[in-house]
């Protein structure tokens, strides 16, 4: 009885720019057929968010707003570039109730920023060029002296000091080469634009990220979150999004929450597992200032 030929089955996945394809190759003593097929790629393995943001609105002005700092519960002072605002809650809005002031050393720099501080002697302003010791007796008292003193840009490492670069919106530090835009839990905005380790390396999942960043506190992941804030569907409207830190990696926590405008301003606020977000509302024009949460998904 005569042999029967081998008969042989390879079967391979391969791609073209269409998508994958199946393809069999059958070998049967001198014949071979090759066949191919599309093959459907596998859908998406959706991930539900861990996390969502919560925002709740406290002012809104024509006036820049460079930052909030919330004294006591009654009493909250607003930051612009020329001066320090007051305002008391009363009947669960922020009434304007006094204003002090900044002798500035310089002329405000172009698309200012500065940052309010506080601890057991009082608050304290910082602007580029300027620097302010305050108190709030019955009205707001201002000691401003002119120059650039050191502030702790990360609450989860109060070692970090920065101050401003003189005549500049940007920062440098002692403990960090080149100058930046911000920085949140080992990553830095750098002046180029650039997301960036201590390290100087790039970030993978940061592509998208703008120069405003702040680390927050949450239980909704064991890792550290970030607030990013990046461009949305339209060219003047930003987002604002969570961010897990895992092993060099920036993970989506949320999914984007999108804002009336462009982000001004974002810092980590006085109060832990809160953020100040402001932003400039494209249609109105008004600077419109925030506090923000990360809250665990149901």
Not at 147 to 154: H, L, R, Y
Not at 236 to 259: F, K, M, R
Not at 286 to 294: G, I, K, P, T
Request: hydrophobic share 35%.
């Amino acid at each position: 009885m005569a042999a029967q030929p081998e008969f042989r089955v390879r079967v391979t996945l391969s791609e073209n720019p269409r998508g994958l394809l199946f393809v069999a190759e059958s070998i049967s003593g001198e014949n071979r057929q090759v066949t191919v097929l599309p093959w459907p790629s596998p859908p998406p393995v959706e991930t539900k968010p861990r996390a969502r943001i919560e925002l709740q609105a406290v002012l809104q002005q024509l006036e820049p707003v460079l930052d909030l700092l919330l004294l006591d519960d009654q009493t909250l002072l607003c930051l612009t570039p020329i001066k320090v605002s007051t305002y008391r809650l009363n009947t669960g809005k922020w009434i304007f109730s006094g204003v002090a002031t900044i002798p500035l050393a310089r002329p405000p720099v172009r698309d200012p920023r500065g940052r309010l501080e506080s601890d057991q002697t009082g608050f304290h302003v910082y602007l580029p060029g300027t620097t302010c010791n305050g108190a709030l007796q019955t009205d707001v008292k201002l000691t401003c002296l002119p120059g650039n003193e050191s502030w702790p840009i990360n609450s989860r490492d109060p070692s970090l000091l920065a101050r401003w670069v003189p005549d500049r919106n940007l920062l440098e530090s002692d403990r960090l080469r080149g100058r930046f835009y911000t920085a949140a839990s080992g990553l830095f905005a750098a002046a180029d634009g650039r997301l960036q380790d201590r390290l100087g390396e790039s970030v993978s999942g940061t592509e998208a990220f703008g120069s405003d960043l702040a680390t927050i506190e949450s239980t909704c992941g064991a890792n550290p979150v970030i607030l990013a804030a990046k461009s949305g569907d339209r060219a003047d409207h930003d987002e604002i999004q969570a961010y897990e830190i895992a092993g060099g990696n920036a993970a989506p926590l949320s999914v984007p929450t999108p804002l009336a405008g462009p982000v001004t301003a974002l810092w980590p606020a006085e109060t832990s597992g809160q953020a100040t977000l402001v932003s400039r509302n494209s249609k109105t024009g008004n600077y419109e200032a925030s506090r923000l949460r990360v809250v665990c998904a149901e």
